[in-house]
C-alpha cells in the first residue's frame, strides 16, 4: 500500500502487524439527490472461495447489505450503482452469486451501474499486472445483465455531483466531488485511500503509473485546499475524514474526524 516508501517510515503513520500487514476498510457512501439512491462503490462481495482470500483476511465490518440495512437501506432502494473503478475489492459486492457454479446476478438490481468507458473496456480486457484484481465474475455479468452507463468525460453526473477522472491508478478512476450543506465532500478513492497518502509520493505500488498519480494528487490536494473540500477515505480503518492545510512539508491533514460529524 506504500509502494517504496520504507517501513521504518510508513510505519509510524499507519499501524501494521508482524506479517506487514495493515487493516484497511472498505468504506462505501450512500448519497440520495435528486430522488436517486445512490451508492458509492461495493466493497469485495463473497463470490470467491476460501483459496482466493488466504491473503486477503478479511476481517471485521458491518458487510454491503448489513450496513445498508442498518440505515434503512435494502438493495431494490438503490437507483444508481457508482463504481470508481472495477478492482475486486470496489466492485465485488455489485455482483452475487446465485444458485449453481458460475451463476451471478446483480446484487442492486434495479440500478444503473455508472463506470467509466476508459475503465470498463481496460477492465475487459484486462492485463497481466491488474488480472488478480480484475476478476472477469465481478466486471463481465454487470455487461451483461446489467444497465451500464460508460462515463465518457468529466461532468456534473448528478445533481450536485462533478467527478474528476484519473488515469495514474488505474485508466478511468473515478473520483466524486459532492456537495453537501454547503461544503464538498471529495470520495478519494484510491487515489488517495488513506490521510497516510496525502504526501505527494507516498504512494501505492498498485498504481500503474506512479507520475500520472503525483500529478493527479497534486491537481485535487491543491483544489481542495483552495476551496476547503473535505476528503472521505475508503480505506483508511482509523481516519474518516478531513480536512487540508499547508505546512512547510507541503499539503497535509489538518482536521481528522468521523463522518457523522460532516453529515
Ligand atoms: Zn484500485
Redesign the pocket.
Known amino acids: 500500500m506504500f509502494g517504496v516508501v520504507p517501513k521504518a517510515l510508513w510505519s509510524r503513520a499507519y499501524q501494521s502487524d508482524e506479517n506487514n500487514l495493515i487493516n484497511l476498510s472498505l468504506r462505501s457512501l450512500v448519497v440520495e439527490t435528486d430522488g436517486r439512491v445512490i451508492l458509492f462503490d461495493t466493497g469485495w462481495g463473497d463470490k470467491q472461495d476460501k483459496k482466493f482470500f488466504r491473503h486477503v483476511y478479511l476481517n471485521g465490518g458491518e458487510g454491503l447489505i448489513n450496513g445498508l440495512k442498518t440505515r434503512g437501506y435494502e438493495p431494490d432502494d438503490i437507483t444508481d450503482v457508482f463504481l470508481t473503478?472495477l478492482?475486486a475489492?470496489?466492485c465485488g459486492g455489485a455482483v452475487k452469486n446465485l444458485s449453481g457454479s458460475n451463476n451471478y446476478g446483480l446484487t442492486f438490481p434495479k440500478a444503473t451501474i455508472h463506470v467509466s468507458e476508459a475503465q470498463w473496456k481496460w477492465a475487459v480486457k484486462n492485463n497481466l499486472r491488474e488480472a488478480d484484481?480484475f476478476l472477469s465474475e465481478n466486471i463481465l455479468p454487470l455487461g451483461e445483465k446489467g444497465k451500464l452507463n460508460l462515463v465518457k468525460e468529466e461532468q456534473e453526473l448528478f445533481p450536485g455531483i462533478n467527478i474528476m477522472i484519473c488515469y495514474g491508478?488505474?485508466p478511468g478512476?473515478m473520483i466524486p466531488f459532492i456537495r453537501y450543506n454547503g461544503k464538498t465532500l471529495v470520495y478519494t478513492g484510491?487515489l488517495i485511500p488513506t490521510a497516510a497518502h496525502i504526501p505527494l509520493i507516498w504512494n501505492m505500488s498498485?498504481d500503474i503509473e506512479s507520475l500520472k498519480t503525483i500529478e493527479e494528487k497534486q491537481k485535487l490536494l491543491n483544489e481542495a485546499l483552495n476551496n476547503g473540500y473535505i476528503f472521505v477515505f475508503q480505506h483508511d480503518e482509523h481516519i474518516e475524514c478531513c480536512d487540508l492545510e499547508m505546512t512547510t512539508k507541503g499539503i497535509r491533514a489538518k482536521n481528522s474526524f468521523d463522518f457523522s460529524e460532516v453529515i
Open positions: 473503478h478492482h475489492d470496489h484484481s491508478h488505474t478512476l484510491d498498485y
